[in-house]
Structure formats: structure tokens, C-alpha cells
Nanobody, 124 residues
Framework: QVQVVESGGGLVPPGGSLRLSCAAS????????INWYRQVPGKDRELVAG???????NYADSVKGRFTISRNNAKNTGYLQMNSLKPEDTAVYYC??????????????????WGQGTQVTVSS
């Protein structure tokens, strides 16, 4: 099985920081695009940040200057450093990644994967 798992969420006061991780497991060859989304109940899932395999990043306007997306290819892991957190950042954060992996036939295939989500709550 090929999957990604988020970690690092939790409860933090306004102005605090959290670092989310997105770790891929399985017969991974590489992670291509890595995206972070977030979603609150009753609202659409929102793209927060993305990073290409070449390190090109993109951020939602609401998080620019506060969040930083990065990756460690050797660890098959993506990260989202969140600083100066605000209550409106409260959401379930999901990792989305396109993964190149070895199929049962040992041929590389691509898979658009989603993690289970990790809760981030910003509250005093």
C-alpha cells in the first residue's frame, strides 16, 4: 500500500506555531507535487500551499508570510510550518501528494494520495 499520513496537529494559542508533517510510506520512488489543504465543517476544502518537485511554492493569500511549505525528499516527507497562527486557521489539514511508486509489476505508477487529516485548533 502507498499512503501519506499527516502529523503535528494540535491545540495552540493565537500567535503560536505548529509544524505539520506528511510522510509517505510504501514502495515509494518519489513524491511529486505536495499540497496542503484545510477544511472546516460546512465549507469547501481550501488549498493552503503547494510545492513542486523542483521546490517551487505557492500559498493562499491568507497564509502568505506566516506559513512555509517544504520537503525532504530523502525522507519522502512534506512539511508545513505554521507561524503566527490565528483562530481562523482552525481546520482539519490534509496532505495531498502525487506519488510515484512501484506497482505489483515493479513498474512505476503514479497515485494521487490523500492523508487522513490532522486537526489544528487555534484557541486561547
Amino acid at each position: 500500500q502507498v499512503q501519506v499520513v499527516e502529523s503535528g496537529g494540535g491545540l495552540v494559542p493565537p500567535g503560536g506555531s505548529l509544524r505539520l508533517s506528511c510522510a509517505a510510506s510504501g514502495r515509494i520512488f518519489s513524491m511529486e507535487v505536495i499540497n496542503w489543504y484545510r477544511q472546516v465543517p460546512g465549507k469547501d476544502r481550501e488549498l493552503v500551499a503547494g510545492i513542486t518537485s523542483g521546490g517551487i511554492t505557492n500559498y493562499a493569500d491568507s497564509v502568505k508570510g506566516r506559513f512555509t511549505i517544504s520537503r525532504n525528499n530523502a525522507k519522502n516527507t512534506g512539511y508545513l510550518q505554521m507561524n503566527s497562527l490565528k483562530p481562523e486557521d482552525t481546520a482539519v489539514y490534509y496532505c495531498n501528494a502525487v506519488i510515484l511508486y512501484y506497482s505489483d509489476t515493479h513498474i512505476l505508477s503514479d497515485l494521487d494520495t490523500w492523508g487522513q487529516g490532522t486537526q489544528v485548533t487555534v484557541s486561547s
